[in-house]
């Protein structure tokens, strides 16, 4: 007659079958995991073969017919454990890829290479004993290295697995994750502990072994086949509850039977006075267990305020509410009270373009929301989960369902970073308006469909709420926009009054600096006319008449010429070109014609970090315009005995040019309009003829045309001034912001004439000047300006940014 243990191992090699079969034809629900179906189908095949290697007698190396199953020194009951470490390493694997830890290939590479050392070792040693009665027990008397293998693979083996399954569950998102992580924790001491007693050697410890393996091997076939696992926390806190009620009852019951066993049978009223007792004792029992079920309830997590009341509660609250963040913080405090959740928040859904949907999260909810966007199309999974079946979604399905595997990326990764577990859709007059979601609950429970339907409802009472409360949201944020079209409106109302104020200075001004020259050119002609009719010319009045009418015309051309340049910058497109020069020459050519103005105003001109910058590619001709027109509006709103200073430096691969006065300053609100054309920052009625008199009138155009010349540069100009003050000169900067190379996006003009064509000689004196500064170091002169070497401030040095408009 067979043995108990060739029994068992019989009957586990069929059980073991049957798990292979059951993992060959099960369809699951969720997408799946190939690489923990292939170690769990390997691990079952090596347990299958090492049961039947069991099912031979232990003496079976010694018998002929057994002989081609034991190599070497191998022994039945060594080859059973050698299986035994197979189904032990083949298990890692599988939890590890089973709990998705990133450990799994190296844990394959060292799990195999132990076994096949122990598994070497054991073919090469002899009379090792391994696998034999009481072979643990004797495991280093002597020391064997198979048997050292064995055990010791054994302790490390299930104690890393056990340290990596619970920080799986430590570190996992989902309560989901979390019970898969919790189940494998109980499944590695089946397993491991399982195969280490069968290995024992003892028959009766042996089987018990295989039985706790074969159980073991159960619950993986079940935890990898199955969708998601059983609620094991919330199993464990149900089942402590029964056995604490029910430890309860039998001590009420045996206490009961305990004061019965005093009453004498031959007492009189017996039955009378053991109903009293019995009533007795249940009336005692009854408030005992209500108190231990509330007790109990809270700790398996049940005790707590009905559904109906809490819903009943929120649809009053939400009565009346027409902000947006009132209602988040009444739907979030329910949630909070009625699925005990740590996260939540709302997720506000618009039409989008092409039969889409915009999702937007509101900002505020409880805990940490995401400042994210996604996209949502009316044909996908998702949405057809949330609006056509009106279902909530856990974000568990949406992980692993198979029926979301086909769902956009970019929307389940919309989802992933919410870091949320369920979502309730939002849903009034046929339309989806928001998303309720909330994350895991302080017990990291598993959401049960009670929990969901819960949702559901809670998301179905605040719909109208939020459809209000969008409504107003959406008519503030109208009146916002209107209220800032209306400021809008109004500064450019004011922005047209003040430029429609400058045409009329313009004329003014124009119409005197055109009659000035004019009036002289007249002039000089009669006079000229009439000592002509009367003889009493000569060659030096004729030179000196001519001079004068020269000086008006020149005067007339620059006018005119300063015009022309305006008109061709309105159509955006400046005809530069461009050649390799240095700030420093252009800034030299441009203060050139300056010098006497400078002298005769007893002003004081510095430049300083010009030659220390390294060339840059620029229309010479144009730049030197700019610079003469910043530098010139410097001179004429700097009083006499002022002092304007220039200086340079690097900034992110540009070259930025100062030009700092201490003159009248201009008011912050006109920091804009002093580029615009013909703007004046004063009355234009209190102007001077001359261009380079103390607050000298001009027509306005001197700032509009180095703007568009910067411009055309790619670079970028903006003054700074605290404020206009004529009396307390608090002085105005401006900063020309230049590229070093040529930008590709520059406007273009045709070309025209300038009021500062330079002439043959200008150009070879340049040329000449730019040449010396390359060939030499020392100190010098920048055309009329002095260079200190004192060393700049810490203010100059700090980075000089442009107003936000102009970046």
């Known amino acids: 007659m067979p043995s108990s243990t060739t029994l068992l191992a019989t009957g586990l090699t069929i059980a073991y079958g049957l798990m292979l079969l059951t993992v060959l034809v099960r369809e699951r629900q969720q997408q799946p995991n190939t690489g923990a179906r292939r170690w769990l189908m390997l691990t079952l095949l090596v347990a299958l073969a090492g049961t039947a290697v069991a099912m031979l007698p232990s003496d079976a190396h010694t018998e002929a017919r057994y002989e081609s199953f034991f190599v070497g020194d191998l022994t039945q009951p060594a080859l059973v454990i050698i299986a035994a470490n197979l189904v032990i390493a083949c298990f890692g694997a599988l939890i590890l890829r089973y709990l998705g830890s990133r450990l799994a290939l190296l844990w394959t590479v060292l799990g195999l290479g132990w076994w096949a050392a122990q598994a070497a070792t054991s073919f090469t040693t002899a009379d090792t004993g391994i696998g034999q009665a009481r072979w643990l027990a004797n495991i280093y008397d002597p020391l064997e290295m198979p048997n050292v293998l064995a055990f010791g693979g054994w302790l490390v083996i299930g104690v890393v697995l056990l340290l990596v399954a619970l920080y ?77 009620l029910t430890v309860v009852t039998a001590l009420a019951i045996f ?6 066993q005093q009453l004498d049978a031959d007492t009189g009223g017996l039955y009378v006075i053991l109903g009293a007792l019995a009533f007795g004792v249940a009336v005692a029992y009854t408030p005992f267990r209500k108190l231990i079920e509330t007790f109990m309830g809270g700790l398996v997590g049940t005790a707590q305020e009905s559904s109906s009341q809490l819903l009943r509660k929120f649809s009053e609250d939400i009565t009346g509410v027409v902000e947006l963040d009132a209602l988040v913080d009444v739907t979030m405090r329910t949630l909070r009270e009625a699925l005990r959740v740590r996260r939540g928040g709302l997720i506000l859904v618009n039409r989008a373009k092409e039969n889409g949907l915009s999702l937007f999260p509101v900002s505020r909810g409880m805990g940490e929301i995401p400042d994210i966007k996604g996209q949502m199309t009316q044909d996908g ?46 849903v009034v007059q ?68 003040k430029l429609d104020d400058v045409k009329t200075d313009f004329i003014t001004i124009a119409s005197h600096e055109l009659r000035t020259p004019l009036a002289q050119i007249r002039g000089y002609t009669d006079i000229m006319e009439a000592m002509n009719e009367q003889g009493m010319l000569d060659q030096d009045q004729i030179g000196g008449m001519t001079a004068n009418l020269r000086k008006a015309a020149d005067r007339l051309e620059g006018l005119i010429t300063a015009m022309l340049d305006v008109s061709q910058l309105d159509v955006d497109a400046m005809d530069l070109r461009f050649a390799q020069t240095s700030v420093e020459n252009v800034m030299r050519m441009a203060i050139e014609p300056l010098t006497e103005a400078i002298k005769n105003r007893k002003l004081m001109l510095s430049a300083r970090g010009l030659r220390d910058l390294p060339p840059i590619e620029a229309d010479m001709q144009r730049l030197v315009q700019a610079f003469r027109n910043v530098v010139l509006n410097a001179i004429k709103f700097t009083p006499d005995g002022g002092r304007i200073d220039i200086s340079g430096r690097m900034q992110d691969e540009h070259v930025l040019v100062i030009i700092k ?134 203010a100059q040095q700090t980075m000089v940014r442009p107003p936000e408009g102009l970046r």
């Open 430 to 497: 046929g339309e989806l308006i928001g998303i309720l979601c909330c994350g895991a609950k302080a017990s990291d429970d598993p959401f049960t469909e009670p929990d969901l339907e819960l949702l559901i409802t809670i998301a179905n009472q605040a719909g109208v709420a939020l459809r209000n409360a969008r409504l107003v949201t959406d008519l503030r944020r109208r009146e916002g926009e209107q209220a800032d079209l209306n400021r809008e409106l109004q500064a450019a109302k004011e922005q047209v009054e």
């Open 255 to 260: 206490l009961a039977l305990i004061l019965a």
């Open 661 to 794: 006065d201490n003159g009248i300053g201009i008011d912050p609100a006109n920091h804009e309009l002093v580029f615009e054309k013909f703007f004046r920052a004063h009355d234009p009625s209190l102007h001077s003829t001359g261009d380079t008199k103390f607050m000298g009138a001009g027509p306005g155009l001197g700032l509009t045309i180095a703007r568009g010349v910067v411009d055309a540069h790619g670079g970028r100009i903006w003054v700074e001034s605290e404020r206009h003050d004529p009396e307390n000169f608090p002085g105005s900067t401006f900063y020309i912001l230049l590229p070093l190379s040529k930008v590709d996006e520059e406007k273009r003009v045709l070309p025209f004439d300038s009021t500062v064509s330079l002439s043959a000689r200008q150009v070879q004196a340049a040329l000449e000047a730019e040449s010396r500064t390359r060939s030499k170091s020392g100190n010098g002169g920048n055309g009329g300006a002095q260079e200190p070497q004192e060393a700049e401030s810490a």
């Open 168 to 244: 799986a569950f430590y570190r996992a998102r989902l309560s989901e994750i979390a019970n898969q992580a919790l189940f494998g924790v109980i499944l590695v001491p089946l397993v491991v502990g399982g195969a280490a007693l069968g290995g024992s050697g003892e028959a009766l410890i042996k089987e018990l072994g295989w039985a706790i393996q074969a159980i073991g091997l159960v619950g993986a076939v079940y935890g990898v086949t199955a969708y998601r696992v059983f609620d094991i926390r919330r199993t464990l806190r149900h089942a402590t509850a029964t056995a604490v």
């Open 381 to 426: 999974p998702i949405y057809e989960q949330l609006f056509t079946r009106r279902a909530a979604l856990l974000q568990y399905d949406l992980d692993f369902g198979r029926e979301y595997a086909e769902a956009a990326p970019d929307l389940r990764g919309f989802f992933k970073q919410m870091r949320m577990s369920a979502y309730a859709p939002v």
